[in-house]
């Protein structure tokens, strides 16, 4: 009998087990977990003395596998370097696109399923520990079975069970799955080159999602489902990965145009963000990175579990989620969780507005189909980060006293109750929790409920010019929209939110196409009106769902910004910047409309829980700036001078009102007003009747199409020509920044 021919009548089992006694690769140790195992081994290696013939060799008493001639790895190469002198080598050949099986073929090569008994190589050493070096303190380990040797050690296991022709139809079916790996990578060597190799090129995810998937495609379901079930695990985690890079690899800023995405990591700065903790107000001294957050602990030593982020609209926030998830996603950081799951309330309220019950697990599902039946996330040391997104989109007030407890994650009830249950801690009872939103909407949350508070502070000097450098690869156009920007004061600290930053570059940007552009100063009436569309235009997106571009706007929406305006004209003849629910109601307006959907006012923190909630704007310049809006669209839309207090009275209702007389009456406000809190008042209402900010911009919004334009300019430049003569030193620089804003044409 052929030697081959003794070799392939080895029980099964004692083929099969081969495997597992393979010389460990790259990715470690596949040596017996138990000493059963061991003597197992010991008693296959009697059976094989006994069927196998004797060497040709008369010293020789064991066998090695000669591996193909892919680079050795330490692993490898110890297991060379410690064979057993005079040991019978037998080579592996590579796979034949061709070769026809045929099992009475008498030149069929030596079986793989060969036990190679060489001493086992020195014990893997451990990896790094990344929590323990300076340069990633936030990198952590992979759970075992998320990790290489675990899903090394399974694939090995199943593919070692097929038949020489199973296996070939498995390769075949791999090698059409993957173009990164060529014919020679995936045909050539043996079982143990072939997954090496591919782990080294696809990694170890990609390459067990398509071993599974060849599997199937090859009529082996059994086998698949198999593997599926002993990498539930990492399957699972692999396809959370892959749904945010899919989802946040590339970042969309503003209206999306084909070709204008940029990659998330090359533009992404990262802001200031400050902490507090135990429900304080956040402080600016001390400060952590987003993808620290759960390396925070809270003052009895243990890890923090609910982390709360707020900050201005347009800080940042969701840009913040998104590079934190893509870092995740990447394995760049919190190795350590196992499972990141993104649960934006914008689809809780969705749920909620069905009126359907459902459990938690039901709504991770509904997000994540890939992730049902998810039992890993009823273990202890499972440790995962839920993230809780755009809390104010959820508009419902929460009972968090009366809820009802929900102690399981299978229960069904309201999205109301769910919410609260999960915040509370009986649902998910193993979840970090990263809340976001508004500091209007998240101050309804119990303080006792959140371990840190954290507020997004925005950009830095230094990370505004980052940010603009990032955004082109010509540095010579950076320099110029930074020099440029830096010309307006007012504007360099507006750019402290990203999404200013944003504006500025795509402003400039394209100004700096004309010839000619950039020698006077930019306007700062026309950010201002930007920044009010923009963030109109995202309440109509987030939270009504209408379309990304809107051009008009209904009447209910102009009626509820005319309505701000004239709260924030109102504030400013009281000389304060600061309101309260009466102050909103008192002009017609809906609280969360305001303070939480607008976009343009925020909460104001409050020191002590008897301290009454008081708002403001995003800033007192934007403050001054609607109240220019609402006086001079009164005057653009009625023909009223709401500036008029009666010191000339109109007699006659029928009598025009002339710009010049609206703009006299603003400036012996601004000229009477010892500490200057109208001067910018009067600079936006100047800077509002230039033809482009009335009627390039706001047309369609605000004031219709092809209406005609506001004459008597030349008077009001002459009036504020003629104040400068007379005013102080300190008020002239504004008058002349008036008459800039007025007049200055833009490309």
């Not at 499972?382 to 755009?390: A, G, H, R, T, Y």
Request: charged share 30%.
């Amino acid at each position: 009998m052929e030697p081959n021919q003794q070799v392939q009548r080895l029980p099964k089992e004692v083929q099969v087990r081969g495997w597992e006694m393979r010389p460990p690769s790259s990715y470690g140790s596949m040596k017996s977990d138990s000493e059963e195992e061991d003597e197992d081994e010991e008693r296959m290696d009697e059976e094989l003395a006994a069927v196998l013939p004797e060497s040709p060799h008369q010293d020789a008493t064991r066998l090695e596998v000669k591996r193909s001639n892919y680079p050795e790895t330490l692993y490898t190469t110890t297991t060379q370097q410690t064979k057993p002198p005079h040991a019978v080598v037998i080579e592996t050949r590579c796979f034949d696109d061709g070769e026809n099986f045929d099992g009475d073929d008498d030149e069929e090569e030596e079986e793989e399923y060969l036990i190679s008994h060489s001493p086992e190589p020195p014990e893997v050493p451990e990896q790094e520990d990344f929590l323990q070096t300076e340069e990633n303190q936030q990198r952590g380990r992979l759970h075992p079975e998320n990790d290489l040797p675990y899903i090394f050690k399974n694939i090995l296991k199943i593919l070692s069970g097929l038949t020489r022709e199973e296996l070939y139809r498995v390769r075949l079916s791999f090698r059409q799955r993957e173009p990164k790996m060529t014919k020679e990578d995936v045909m050539q060597g043996d079982l143990l080159d072939f997954v090496d190799k591919a782990f080294e090129i696809i990694g170890r995810d990609q390459t067990l999602v398509h071993i599974i998937r060849s599997l199937e495609s090859s009529k082996m379901k059994a086998k698949a489902d198999e593997l599926q079930g002993l990498c539930k695990r990492a399957l699972t985690r692999h396809s959370l990965k892959s749904c945010y890079i899919r989802k946040h690899l590339l970042i969309n800023e503003g209206v999306v145009r084909a070709g204008c995405q940029s990659y998330l990591e090359t533009i992404y700065v990262e802001p200031e963000i400050s902490t507090s903790k135990e429900g304080g107000v956040p402080s600016a001294n001390t400060c952590v990175t987003v993808n620290n957050l759960f390396r925070l602990e809270k003052d009895d030593g243990t890890a923090v579990r609910t982390v709360l982020t707020t900050g201005l609209p347009g800080i940042g926030m969701t840009v913040s989620v998104a590079k934190f998830c893509l870092d995740w996603a990447q394995e760049r950081v919190n190795r350590d969780i196992q499972f990141v799951i993104k649960l934006s309330f914008r689809k809780w309220w969705r749920f909620r507005n069905k009126q359907k019950e459902i459990s938690a697990m039901e709504m991770i599902t509904c997000w994540y189909p890939d992730c049902k039946n998810m039992t890993h996330l009823e273990e202890e040391e499972c440790k995962f980060l839920l993230i809780m997104d755009s809390f104010d989109c959820y508009r419902a007030a929460l009972d968090w006293e009366n809820a009802p407890v929900i102690n399981d994650n299978y229960t069904q009830a309201h999205p109301d109750v769910l919410i609260v249950n999960i915040i509370r801690g009986t649902v998910l009872r193993g979840a970090r929790l990263w809340i976001l939103g508004r500091r209007a909407a998240v101050s309804q949350i119990p303080t006792h409920f959140i371990d840190v508070v954290t507020e997004i502070l925005g950009f830095n000097d230094e990370m505004k010019e980052d940010y603009l450098n990032r955004h082109t690869n010509d540095r010579e156009q950076a320099a110029k929209i930074i020099a440029h920007y830096k010309r307006l004061p007012m504007l360099v600290t507006l750019a402290r939110q990203p999404f200013v930053c944003w504006m500025v570059f795509t402003l400039f940007e394209r100004f700096y196409r004309y010839s000619g552009y950039g020698e006077h100063p930019p306007r700062l009436t026309p950010f201002y009106i930007n920044i009010m569309i923009v963030q109109m235009n995202r309440r109509l997106q987030f939270y009504y769902d209408k379309s990304q571009n809107i051009s008009d706007w209904s009447n209910e929406d102009k009626d509820l910004l005319i309505n701000i305006a004239k709260m924030a004209f109102r504030m400013l003849e009281k000389n304060s910047s600061v309101f309260c629910e009466e102050d909103v109601k008192g002009c017609g307006l809906s609280l969360v409309e305001v303070v939480a959907l607008s976009g343009m006012c925020t909460e104001l923190p409050t020191s002590t829980p008897d301290t009454g909630t008081s708002f403001c704007f995003l800033h007192p310049t934007f403050q001054e700036f609607m109240a220019a809006l609402y006086v001079f669209t009164m005057f653009r839309n009625e023909s009223k001078n709401i500036l008029n207090t009666g010191l000339r009275p109109n007699f006659f209702q029928t009598q025009k009102v002339f710009v010049a007389d609206l703009v006299q009456c603003a400036l012996e406000l601004t000229l009477k007003s010892r500490h200057g809190h109208y001067d910018m008042f009067l600079r936006f209402l100047c800077g509002l009747l230039n033809l482009t900010c009335y009627h390039s911009q706001l047309s369609g919004y605000l004031f219709p199409h092809k209406a005609p334009k506001v004459e008597g300019l030349d008077k009001v430049k002459h009036l504020l020509e003629t104040a400068m003569q007379k005013a102080s030193r300190d008020r002239i620089e504004n008058l002349r920044e008036c008459i800039r804003e007025m007049t200055q044409e833009d490309q």
